[in-house]
C-alpha cells in the first residue's frame, strides 16, 4: 500500500511538473505568436502607404504632355497586382509570403523605372506636387524595410521559441507551427532609387 501512495505521489508531481511546464510553454508560444501577428499587420501597413500614394503619383504624371505612357502603365498593373493578394498571419506559409514578397517587389521595380524617367521632363521635375509625393515614397521604402526587419526578428524568436526542447512538444501539440520570414531578393526586393538631388532646380 505504501508503495502504492509513493508512486501516486510520483505520477501525479510527474502530471503537475509536465502541465506547469506545458502552461508556460503555451503561454510563451502565444505572445511570441501574436507578436508576429502585429509585425506582420505592420509591414502590410507600411505597403498600404505605398499603395494609397501611387494613384496621386499618377495622377500628377498623368498631367505631363508626352510621357512614357508604357512606363505609367506598368505602375498601375503592378499597383493592382500587388494589392489584390491579401495575407493573413495565421495562414501565412512560405509560398504565400514569396507570392507576396514577388507582387510587391515588381511594384518596386515599376515605382523604380518611373521615377527615372522622370528625371527626362523637367516640368514633372519641377512640379511640388511631384516633389512632394517623391519625398513620401522614399520615407515609405524606409518605412517598408524597417518594418520588414522588426518582423523577420519577430519571426525568428518566434521559431526558436516553438522549436527549442521542450517547447517543441508542446508546440505539435498545441498547433504551433514555424513562421515564414522575407528573404533577400537583390532584384525584386530593391528600393526604387528616389534621389532628393534630381529634383532639384
Known sequence: MKGFLIALGVILLLVLLLGGCGVSNYNSMNMASKEVDQKWADVQSSYQRRSDLIPNL??????????????????????????????????????????????????SQALGRLMVVS???????????????????????????????????????????????????????FHFKERPSFQADADAQKAPKIAPDAFKN
Open 58 to 107: 499618377v495622377s500628377v504624371v498623368k498631367g505631363v504632355a508626352n510621357f512614357e505612357q508604357n512606363t505609367l502603365t506598368s505602375v498601375i498593373q503592378a499597383r493592382a497586382s500587388a494589392t489584390q493578394i491579401k495575407v493573413d498571419a495565421s495562414t501565412l506559409t512560405p509560398e504565400k509570403l514569396q507570392q507576396f514578397q514577388a507582387s510587391q517587389g515588381q511594384l
Open 119 to 173: 528625371e527626362n521632363y523637367p516640368q514633372l521635375k519641377a512640379n511640388e506636387s511631384f516633389k512632394q509625393l517623391q519625398d513620401q515614397l522614399e520615407g515609405t521604402e524606409n518605412r517598408i524595410k524597417v518594418s520588414r526587419d522588426a518582423y523577420n526578428e519577430s519571426v525568428k524568436n518566434y521559431n526558436i521559441a516553438v522549436s527549442n526542447f521542450p517547447a517543441v512538444i508542446f508546440a505539435s501539440m
